[in-house]
């Protein structure tokens, strides 16, 4: 049996296509998009962090005007005869 093992033919040669600089471009504006997105998220997330802060110091102030209220009646007045 024969093989054929180095068969050129005039089809077969390979161009070579500068790809590597389209691939870094592609690839920076990949990872700007991402830094983005990240930028954008951290925003909300200490939109809601600080927003989550007020709602707790709102909380805070009923419960310690409650508490008030509550103390201030448990005061007995006691009339001296």
Known sequence: MTS???VTRHNDI?????AQ???KTEE????QE???EKVVLEKLMLEAYY????QYSL???QKELVSLRL???????????
């Not at 390979?14 to 500068?18: E, M, N, Q």
Request: no cysteine; charged share 30%; proline share 8%.
């Open 51 to 54: 927003e989550r802060l007020h």
């Open 28 to 31: 920076a504006e990949r990872i």
């Open 21 to 23: 600089p389209i691939q």
């Open 4 to 6: 054929i093992s180095h």
């Open 34 to 36: 991402h830094n983005r």
């Open 71 to 81: 103390h201030a009646g448990r005061h007995v007045d006691i009339e001296v005869k």
């Open 59 to 61: 909380y805070n102030k």
């Open 14 to 18: 390979p161009i070579r296509i500068p």
